[in-house]
């Protein structure tokens, strides 16, 4: 059974930094690039950010020199550390692991990113 666990999720202070982690089990992780991506309520889900096998990675425009991702290929976990946080960096954010040569697409349950009042 595949299951990717999100954590990290929690309260947006603005300027700050939150930590989102992703543990993956179920899968060959090799075989898979990990992704984050976000979404918020009545809007399509949009790709935070990628990482192949390697260092190889993507960024959304609107996170370039802010978020960071990174994946542990022993641990099987993928992280997600942002930094200069702001209000419309609030969200859901999704795992998903994409499989590199044929198979099936699998995501996480989601964890929140909540602004602060």
């Known amino acids: 059974q595949v299951q990717l666990v999100e954590s990290g999720g929690g309260l947006l202070q603005p300027g700050g930094s939150l930590r989102l982690s992703c543990a993956a089990s179920?899968?060959?992780?090799?075989?898979?690039?990990m992704g984050w991506y976000r979404q918020a309520s009545g809007n399509q889900r949009e790709l935070v950010a990628q990482?192949?096998?390697?260092?190889?990675?993507n960024y959304a425009d609107s996170v370039k020199c802010r978020f960071t991702i990174s994946r542990n290929n022993t641990k099987n976990t993928v992280d997600l550390q942002m930094h200069s946080l702001n209000p419309e960096d609030a969200d859901v954010y999704y795992c998903?692991?994409?499989?590199?040569?044929?198979?099936?697409?699998?995501w996480g349950q989601g964890t929140q990113v909540t602004a602060s009042s």
């Open positions: 990482i192949l096998y390697g260092v190889a990675t």
């Open positions: 998903n692991a994409y499989p590199v040569d044929s198979g099936r697409n699998y």
């Open positions: 179920g899968i060959v992780f090799s075989c898979y690039a």
